[in-house]
């Protein structure tokens, strides 16, 4: 009998070791930790979105500040009248804080217009030139504004607007919170605007009037001012750095004689512009004229199409010609850029000479590598006529196109009657090193062959006015117009550096 085998079980150790789930000790941390994290994230994602609006708003305010900032500084270093009165020739609609006289003869206009109470729209609006005449003495007001062109807003929401103006009156600044009636920005050195936004973001834009640094005093009583003005933009290469003089203040309709009256023109950028005009004629007489001076004109007109400086002084939202009658013209200009003469019989002459020019920014130091232009603004014809220019500084030319310097404005005439073109008779031809040009002119063109180009040149003086060489003190420029019954014409201005 075989003996018996006796199996006996063993129980696995790990089945009396196998632990699932969590201890209480475990539950009670996580319960009291996890809601403490998800808190503190949550209030951080809330202040973050709560900050969202502000930050917006803040960004949208500094945008606002930098554009007020552009057009503030243009509009007041152009601006030849302003005032804070809320109801003298305001343009367009709202509460005028600041009302400008554009040296264009355009009226601004920064308002006030209400938006969510208790907050306000900072708005720039703009309106036509007005007709009534804005060089004047201070006393008279520059007129009423044109139609509305355009009205931007520059700042929104904002909670606070405040101007002032600082003034320097016999060697006294001082601060004006309230400028009641037009004031002529001569010795007004500062304007301000101060804006309180929304968003609490405190800004200052301020500016300076091109003509703060210019009185007439020890002028003499004769003293004017203007702006030059710049032509429509795309009407020629330099139409928005060549900054015609308008000579509308300077000379009496139907002068024959003007002696040294002082020309202070403001130019943008900040310059003052200063000479000493003088004219003499024999049997001619003189008066400032637009552009273009007659339709055969080259300067000032659109001779086949194609305009050559128009619209000099005009609003820049002009159109750049105008059509007559089916024919293409050069618009004309908002200044009298042109000093025109009209013989009375015989041969008329007359010599129209600039003296003494400076060219300074607004703390008086001397301007270089700017340019003092003079050109033919009528046309020279074969009666004969002729314009001599002479300068103590070396002449260059200035061309119409790349093409054409003066196309067909002095020339010979062929064997069949038709202009030789190309200054054949521009002397000297080609203009270098010279202090003397002359245009004369074998050639009375027909209305069906108008000019093709005119002379235009321009002499560059010393840093500080002087010229060099010849011991002759500051620079000068002079054009004899001469004509045999005819007219003539000639026109000055400032190529900016």
């Known amino acids: 009998m075989s003996p018996r085998v006796r199996c006996t079980r063993v129980a696995s150790r790990a089945s009396t070791t196998d632990e699932r789930g969590f201890t209480l000790i475990e539950l009670m941390i996580v319960t009291v930790i996890v809601p403490i994290i998800i808190g503190a994230l949550s209030v951080s994602l809330i202040s973050v979105f709560s900050l969202q609006s502000s930050v917006s708003t803040r960004l949208g305010d500094s945008a606002n500040s930098q554009v007020l900032t552009n057009n503030f500084s243009t509009d007041v270093q152009r601006s030849v009248w302003i005032t804070t009165s809320p109801t003298l020739s305001q343009c367009g609609t709202g509460t005028q804080l600041l009302g400008i006289v554009l040296g264009s003869g355009e009226f601004v206009s920064y308002s006030e217009v209400p938006a969510t109470t208790p907050y306000y729209d900072l708005v720039r609006n703009l309106c036509s030139p007005s007709t009534a005449p804005t060089t004047t003495a201070p006393t008279t007001t520059p007129g009423v504004p044109g139609a509305l062109e355009t009205s931007t807003t520059l700042a929104y929401n904002v909670e606070n607007l405040a101007v002032t103006a600082t003034q320097w009156l016999s060697g006294v600044s001082t601060v004006l919170t309230s400028v009641s009636t037009w004031t002529s920005t001569n010795g007004i050195s500062d ?80 310059y003052l512009f200063t000479a000493n005009l003088t004219i003499s004629t024999s049997s001619s007489t003189v008066q400032p004229v637009k552009f273009p001076t007659y339709s055969a004109a080259f300067l000032g007109n659109a001779i086949g199409g194609t305009p050559f400086y128009t619209g000099v002084g005009c609003p820049t939202t002009d159109t750049a010609t105008v059509t007559q009658d089916g ?171």
Not at 240 to 268: K, M, Q, W
Request: a negative charge; proline letters at 7%.
């Open 327 to 497: 024919n293409v013209l050069g618009q004309p200009s908002c200044i009298s850029p042109a000093i025109y003469m009209y013989s009375q019989g015989g041969t008329g002459t007359a010599t129209v000479t600039l003296s003494n020019i400076t060219l300074t920014t607004s703390t008086g130091a001397f301007v270089t590598g700017y340019g003092i232009v003079t050109a033919d603004a009528e046309t020279t014809d074969a009666n004969p006529e002729s314009i001599k220019w002479t300068s103590n500084v070396d002449f260059n030319q200035v061309p119409d196109t790349p093409t054409s310097p003066e196309g067909n404005a002095c020339s010979l005439v062929n064997s069949n009657g038709t202009a030789t073109g190309g200054g054949t008779d521009l002397t000297p031809n080609p203009i270098l090193n010279t202090t003397t040009v002359t245009c004369n002119d074998a050639y009375q063109e027909p209305s069906s062959q108008p000019r093709t180009g005119t002379v235009v040149l321009d002499v560059s003086p010393p840093a500080n006015g002087a010229s060099t060489g010849n011991g002759n003190g500051l620079t000068w420029v002079s054009a004899l117009l001469s004509s045999a019954g005819g007219k003539q014409a000639v026109s000055f201005g400032l190529l900016l550096p």
């Open 191 to 270: 304007v301000n605007l101060t804006v309180t936004a929304k968003s609490n973001l405190n800004y200052n834009v301020a500016a300076e009037p091109l003509g703060a640094d210019s009185t007439t005093t020890g002028l003499g009583t004769t003293a004017t001012q203007n702006t030059c003005g710049f032509a429509l933009p795309g009407t020629g290469t330099y139409a928005r750095t060549l900054c015609f003089f308008d000579f509308a203040s300077y000379i009496p309709a139907g002068a024959i004689a003007v002696s040294n009256v002082p020309i202070h023109e403001y130019v943008p950028g900040g």
